[in-house]
Structure formats: structure tokens, C-alpha cells
């Protein structure tokens, strides 16, 4: 259940891109935007992972890179917001169109 809460922000950014937009360069834009939040959420997972040291557990703050993992107090707040504020507008551009 957890895991399914810690990746809503990736996943979401994925079926984010493919909502409908006719503006081409707005649609770039937002997708674009949408693809840096995902990566950019991902960031301290991919450092904890990247900077564990063979055979110790990347969730280990003493020997693996757990220590990264705390980053998601100022991340995740700041990528839920970017979210929530692209969630808005691809909603609000794709109902203009109709």
C-alpha cells in the first residue's frame, strides 16, 4: 500500500501526458514539465540506490544511502504542488477544447 502511495506522483505523470491538448506547443510544455516532476521526485530514491555500497540495504542510514532518503521531506511537498498545479491545468486545457 505504501509503495502505491510513494510512486502516485511518477504513475500519475504518466497517464498525465497522454490527455488530450491541440495547442501542440502548450502539450509539449506541460509534458515536458510533467516528466521533470516525476524525475525530479525520483531523485533521492535514485541517489540511495546508486550510493549503497555492495552488499548493505539501501534503506540503511549508517552504511547504505538511506541517509538521501531523507530529501523527501523538502521534495515532496514541493513536487506535490507542482503535481496538483499541472493536474489543474491539463484538465482545464483539455475541457477547453471540447
Known amino acids: 500500500?505504501?509503495?502505491i502511495l510513494?510512486?502516485?506522483i511518477?504513475?500519475?505523470s504518466c497517464f498525465?501526458?497522454?490527455l488530450k491538448d491541440h495547442n501542440r506547443v502548450r502539450k509539449l510544455t506541460t509534458n515536458a514539465l510533467l516528466i521533470g516532476n516525476?524525475?525530479?521526485f525520483l531523485i533521492p530514491i535514485m541517489l540511495a540506490y546508486?550510493?549503497?555500497p555492495t552488499g548493505e540495504s539501501m534503506?540503511?542510514?549508517n552504511t547504505g544511502g538511506g541517509a538521501y532518503l531523507w530529501l523527501y521531506f523538502l521534495i515532496f511537498p514541493i513536487s506535490a504542488i507542482g503535481q496538483l498545479t499541472l493536474l489543474i491545468l491539463k484538465i482545464v486545457f483539455?475541457?477547453?477544447e471540447k
Open 1 to 3: 500500500m505504501e509503495a
Open 6 to 8: 510513494f510512486f502516485l
Open 10 to 12: 511518477p504513475i500519475s
Open 16 to 18: 498525465l501526458v497522454f
Open 38 to 40: 516525476a524525475v525530479f
Open 50 to 52: 546508486f550510493n549503497t
Open 59 to 61: 534503506w540503511n542510514e
Open 94 to 96: 483539455a475541457s477547453k
